[in-house]
């Protein structure tokens, strides 16, 4: 199957498997660069409610420009990487600053953009603009790599100038491919590279899977090399994963009339911004949680009483979080200015790192089991007024 015939298989598959998804739904290049670095290492099902509640609440690149530091790390919340946020946030800034609030179409524009690498400029010029930019994620990678058979490890220089090149062939010849096909409205459109460049990552995503792919249903099949060769399992030629590190942290929940001391992660660390309780991180031995509350809040605590236990999950590290509700006077020099005593209500509008939302849902679903809603005289229920 020469290329031709591989273009127009696939485009004939993705005008027929092709899931609906929201941003497929819209040309706005805004739209399309939200859901692109929303998707970078995660999954279509997570980021969908992300996405949706994105657009509401900044539906155009003057409106994210616009919005503080907290909103938008508030609307990422749970989604990690949150550099990403971060550089959208300045690359808005730009875009208003410098293309009167238009998104650039010109790849080089596009590419200077705070944030956005060659394949997210190939994404967004090809899917918004239809212009024949390669892309090369890691589904993309897995399918090329299978299907014209391009040994060596993908992250490697030569290979992955190899991949880079032949994911520009096929985008320009898939810019000479005429092709119809019904979008979601039932028109039909000729947008034959964004499909393309989209019929490859939905191919890796649905059919060319890392483990276990479905050969039999994959509409390329006859010209898979590694299919014909049975080299399915080998390719793409990736390293070993790098080995999972443990890390273990005490976190701590100090409590005075109502309120809970919480403090903001400052910037240029990991989850930088986010909001989280006290905490220091220990080796895997044993530990006094009334010296470490010493040592993190400057108190001896009258008591130090096990809470919940938190597992959370970051790139190759695999963290457990031992939460403490403490009691006792805190002293003022223990205050930094990241510091603040916080009402449950005021520290639900916050964005917290992951790990630390888990321990404030905790006490939030504690506190409701503690003071059920009142009835009313007509049987109905109050709403819950406590702090938490």
């Known amino acids: 199957m020469d290329k031709k015939r591989l273009i127009r298989a696939l485009l004939k598959w993705f005008g027929e498997a092709a899931r609906d998804l929201p941003w497929r739904r819209t040309g706005d290049p805004y739209a399309i660069w939200v859901s692109e670095v929303m998707l970078q290492q995660t999954q279509v099902k997570t980021?969908?409610?992300?996405?949706?509640?994105w657009m509401r609440a900044l539906p155009s690149i003057e409106a994210l420009a616009k919005a503080r530091a907290q909103t938008i790390h508030k609307l990422w919340e749970g989604l990690g990487y949150y550099t990403r946020v971060r550089n959208m946030h300045k690359a808005a800034q730009v875009i208003l600053k410098n293309h009167?609030?238009?998104?650039?179409?010109?790849?080089?524009?596009?590419?200077?953009?705070?944030?956005?690498?060659r394949y997210t400029a190939g994404a967004i010029c090809s899917i918004a603009f239809n212009q024949p930019t390669p892309i090369l994620d890691g589904n993309v990678i897995r399918v090329v790599s299978r299907v014209f058979g391009i040994e060596g490890d993908p992250r490697g220089k030569e290979t992955n100038r190899k991949l880079w090149a032949l994911a520009g062939d096929l985008a320009r010849e898939a810019a000479s491919t005429?092709?119809?096909?019904?979008?979601?409205?039932?028109?039909?459109?000729?947008?034959?590279v964004s499909h393309f460049n989209q019929s490859l990552m939905e191919l890796g995503a649905l059919i060319c899977t890392p483990r276990q792919p479905r050969c039999g249903v994959c509409p390329v099949a006859k010209a898979c090399v590694a299919r014909r060769e049975g080299r399915v399992d080998e390719l793409p030629n990736l390293p070993r994963r790098t080995p999972v590190t443990p890390r273990r942290f005490v976190a701590f929940i100090a409590h005075k009339g109502g309120r809970f001391l919480v403090r903001q992660r400052p910037a240029g660390v990991v989850n930088a911004h986010l909001w989280e309780f006290p905490n220091v991180e220990i080796g895997?031995?044993?530990?006094?949680?009334?010296?470490?509350?010493?040592?993190?809040?400057?108190?001896?605590?009258?008591?130090?009483a096990p809470f919940c236990v938190i597992k959370h999950s970051i790139t190759r590290y695999r963290i457990t979080v031992e939460a403490f509700r403490v009691s006792g006077t805190i002293p003022r020099r223990n205050g930094s200015p990241q510091s603040r005593w916080m009402h449950g209500s005021q520290m639900h509008r916050l964005p917290f790192a992951s790990a630390h939302r888990k321990i404030l849902d905790r006490l939030r679903s504690q506190s409701s089991k503690k003071n059920p809603p009142a009835r009313n005289r007509a049987g109905g229920s109050l709403k819950n007024q406590g702090t938490i």
């Open 47 to 53: 980021v969908l409610p992300y996405w949706e509640r």
């Open 178 to 192: 005429v092709h119809r096909s019904r979008n979601q409205a039932g028109k039909r459109t000729t947008n034959s």
């Open 100 to 117: 009167d609030g238009k998104f650039p179409q010109e790849f080089e524009a596009v590419l200077a953009l705070p944030g956005i690498g």
């Open 284 to 304: 895997p031995n044993g530990f006094d949680a009334k010296r470490l509350a010493l040592t993190v809040l400057g108190m001896n605590p009258k008591a130090a």
